[in-house]
């Protein structure tokens, strides 16, 4: 297993590296399509949990679109799968997401930022949102929950490439949970595949 898991990180750190994937950058070149996150072979690892941090809200609405008036930010799309440790989709799998806004505020009032969308029959998720603002302590991330049909539940979070400063000061970074991002003018494209503790 460990042999496994250094081979993930080595094909990780190579994509990441080979897409010259530096948020910062201006005029980094845009792809068209994201290559899959490198982390599901046939008995891979699951996906690594993480804390859910003190500002999870249950029952966030559902939908992909988190964008909102008045909240500002460069727009992200997330996408990926939902996948068995058999690198089968998921189909129904739920995925909540949530996040700080532009100004690395949670809401704890309302649902700005938060929400949730099942997975298709392929087990894809998708959603629109913008790049969280760092706070004191953190780097930018997303949190996340993914939850088979009848199964446990998988909290996690995901982190940007870009801003490596701010990943070798945050004690929760982790190189296994990073988004694979490309950028289109102010656009993020960011991608990752969950890999579920399923068969």
Not at 16 to 39: E, I, K, N
Not at 82 to 104: E, F, I, T
Not at 128 to 147: C, D, E, S
């Amino acid at each position: 297993m460990p042999e496994q898991l250094n081979r993930r990180d080595l094909l990780l750190s190579s994509a990441c590296a080979a897409a010259g994937l530096s948020l910062g950058a201006d005029g980094a070149a845009a792809q068209a399509t994201l290559p899959p996150t490198p982390s599901c072979a046939d008995g891979a690892a699951a996906t690594q949990a993480q804390t859910e941090g003190p500002f999870f809200k249950p029952r966030s609405p559902q939908r992909a679109d988190l964008r909102e008036a008045g909240v500002g930010g460069r727009p992200v799309e997330l996408s990926g799968q939902v996948l068995s440790r058999s690198c089968k989709p998921v189909a129904g799998a739920l995925v909540d997401l949530w996040h700080a806004d532009d100004k690395g505020q949670y809401d704890d009032r309302g649902f700005r930022c938060r929400g949730h969308v099942f997975a298709d029959a392929d087990g894809r998720y998708r959603f629109l949102t913008i790049m969280p603002a760092l706070y004191p302590g953190r780097t930018r991330h997303f949190h996340v929950k993914v939850q088979a049909p009848n199964r446990p539940v998988l909290t996690t979070q995901l982190y940007f490439p870009a801003d490596e400063q701010a990943n070798r000061r945050d004690g929760l970074f982790r190189r296994e949970l990073l988004m694979q991002v490309t950028q289109a003018n102010e656009a993020f494209s960011a991608r990752f595949d969950f890999v579920l503790d399923i068969g």
